[in-house]
């Protein structure tokens, strides 16, 4: 956990975890009227807690004691937003910017730092014609491939709506989980590539301003279809991913994964290109009462896989969806697994959907 010391003459220590997972959260703000704070831990987005000020003008809150999880929070101040400006921890989603917690615990333990070796995560340029453009993403490489010769099999791991290419390394914490599955011999050593997968984006927002094209609502079916996204990947990112980096350049060494959105475009991507990935995870998605499984699935089961797993909780306001997928996946007699021990649409779900996924690929 990354601390600053707040202002005054005492140090304001937020946040400050409890051996039984409860968590106090402090700021200094001695001429506030009233603050508030909100966490995603809450009922509600918008659900928020009263916090109480000291005679030192520290205002405080504790909570009932958390699960072990990564939480995000902020500070409301007399009606103004902030983080946490007691701790460095902050995540950005989309345009939000919030601070967060790890409560430690079995699950939360590779969220952490790995203590062993680390891969490296590069911010990286391409050029795409199919946006006429630079685009960026994001990629982790394993540790030992820098230096070394072998080749490596490639995850495609695709955000989903209001996030970028940050998304899964800042929120996902894809790196630290990547690197404790590998160093433990949990998962086969793997390129990790996060596109941005935005259609009207070339980069991250805190980069560069969306492309001043018309927005598509998630109902309209051209939205599906991914725009210039879905015909990037095939057309840009994969060539230049297997033309830049050591990687195992065939089918049996790609997988392609995405949560929500980006789960959208992982059934987009692999119904029009069934010959790219033989490892597929749809993440909180499934199919819209529209979609037909023998013209959505057909060309998968045609060309073959290796591996279709499907991950989504009861919860989930998608769950729905992924039942669709499921009975179109029995319909079409395609093995497939799913897994549904996880909550509603959060970071939470889908980090514990990477760790899950990743020790399934490739073997």
């Not at 004691?65 to 007691?86: C, I």
């Not at 409560?103 to 062993?116: D, H, I, K, L, M």
Request: glycine share 12%; proline share 7%; charged share 20%.
């Amino acid at each position: 956990m990354n601390r600053v010391r707040q202002g005054g003459a005492a140090a304001v220590v937020s946040p400050e975890v409890g051996v039984d997972g409860r968590v106090t959260f402090r700021i200094s703000a001695p001429d506030a009227r009233e603050v508030a704070l909100r966490g995603d831990w809450m009922n509600g987005y918008f659900s928020t807690a009263a916090m109480h000020k000291d005679a030192n003008g520290v205002w405080s809150y504790t909570t009932a004691p958390l699960a072990p999880e990564m939480y995000q929070y902020s500070f409301n101040v007399d009606g103004v937003k902030t983080t946490d400006p007691g701790s460095l921890d902050v995540v950005r989603d989309g345009t939000r910017v919030d601070s967060y917690v790890i409560v430690p615990g079995e699950r939360t333990a590779g969220y952490e730092e790995y203590s062993g070796n680390k891969g490296t995560v590069s911010k990286v340029w391409y050029h795409s014609p199919a946006y006429g453009a630079d685009r960026r993403m994001y990629i982790y490489t394993p540790y030992g491939y820098e230096g070394g010769k072998a080749k490596y099999p490639v995850l495609y791991l695709q955000h989903g709506g209001g996030g970028d290419e940050d998304a899964w390394t800042s929120l996902g914490r894809a790196a630290q989980i990547l690197d404790r599955l590998i160093g433990e011999g949990k998962a086969v050593p793997m390129i990790v590539v996060m596109p941005n997968a935005n259609p009207n984006q070339l980069a991250a927002p805190d980069v560069m301003a969306p492309m001043p094209v018309e927005r598509i609502p998630q109902g309209d079916p051209s939205f599906h279809r991914g725009g210039k996204y879905v015909e990037s990947f095939s057309a840009d990112i994969v060539p230049f991913v297997d033309s830049h980096y050591r990687t195992i350049a065939k089918k049996s060494g790609r997988a392609i994964a995405g949560l929500s959105m980006g789960g959208i475009y992982t059934l987009s991507i692999t119904a029009a290109h069934p010959e790219l990935c033989d490892y597929i995870g749809v993440l909180s998605m499934g199919f819209t009462p529209d979609k037909d499984p023998e013209t959505e699935l057909g060309p998968i089961k045609k060309a073959g896989y290796k591996l279709y797993w499907v991950g989504c909780g009861e919860s989930d306001f998608a769950y729905g969806n992924a039942e669709r997928l499921l009975e179109g996946l029995d319909k079409m007699n395609m093995p497939h697994e799913f897994f549904n021990e996880i909550g509603g649409h959060t970071w939470a779900t889908w980090r514990i959907c990477l760790d899950e996924l990743a020790p399934k690929l490739f073997k």
